[in-house]
């Protein structure tokens, strides 16, 4: 498989419920990226890692949790979210944020839906 | 900060027409990006762009670094149904470690 990819595509939650997404990328780059896309906004940036350490938390609430046990797999853990948290949760990586010309790749994303 | 305006927000234009779209920013950017997402995807790479004044090509896209490094444009020729969508710019924020800044999309519809 290549390019980047993640599970589940879709996610129907409860508030009170506990999940994870999960982003794998086959690219060989040292950068991964979770953004927020909601409805008519733009593209918000949540989490950054460069070579697994955390370089990028963009005033995120505690209720999302990244993690990042490698530099080819992130996640995404969720805990008591709120019905507004409802979004396309998109991963993305490149070969090294600090590049200047450094290019991200997207991968599909994860429908979320917290009820 | 540095922000990217693209315009027009959205088009609805008949297949076969050309389209052009834009993003324009206050501050420079050194790198300028498209990508194109279809409905429930992410978005995808199509040019990118690394010098002012280059123009590059992607079958029937083009698109162009301005020479004020402070712009850049996309255009579509022949346009099909298939390039329904949202296009977004984006380039490094250099005043944020070259994290990547998004412009507000520009969504394209094609009637056949």
């Known amino acids: 498989e290549t390019g980047v990819t993640q599970t589940p595509r879709h996610l129907v939650m409860g508030m009170t419920n506990k999940k994870s997404l999960k982003c794998e990328q086959h690219?060989?780059?040292?950068?991964m990226y979770w953004y927020k896309q909601s409805a008519k906004k733009p593209l918000e940036l949540m989490f950054v890692?460069?070579?697994?350490?955390?370089?990028e938390n963009n005033s995120v609430p505690s209720r999302f949790s990244p993690e990042c046990p490698n530099s080819s797999h992130l996640f995404l853990h969720l805990h008591t979210l709120q019905p507004e948290d409802s979004a396309l949760y998109l991963c993305a990586s490149s070969q090294d944020h600090r590049g200047r010309t450094d290019t991200q790749y997207f991968g599909p994303g994860t429908r979320l839906t917290v009820l | 900060g540095q922000q990217l305006n693209q315009s027009p927000q959205s088009m609805f234009i008949q297949e076969g027409e050309d389209v052009s779209m834009n993003c324009t920013s206050s501050?420079?950017?050194?790198?300028w990006l498209w990508y194109k997402q279809d409905p429930g995807e992410g978005p995808v790479l199509l040019i990118a762009l690394y010098k002012a004044g280059e123009l590059t090509s992607n079958g029937r896209l083009t698109a162009q670094f301005g020479i004020t490094r402070k712009d850049s444009f996309l255009n579509i020729s022949a346009s099909i149904p298939s390039d329904v969508g949202i296009y977004f710019c984006?380039?490094?924020?250099?005043?944020?470690?070259?994290?990547?800044?998004f412009g507000g999309g520009t969504r394209l519809m094609v009637k056949p």
């Open positions: 690219l060989g780059h040292n950068a």
């Open positions: 890692y460069n070579f697994k350490e955390q370089t």
């Open positions: 501050s420079i950017f050194n790198t």
């Open positions: 984006a380039g490094p924020n250099l005043n944020a470690g070259n994290m990547l800044t």
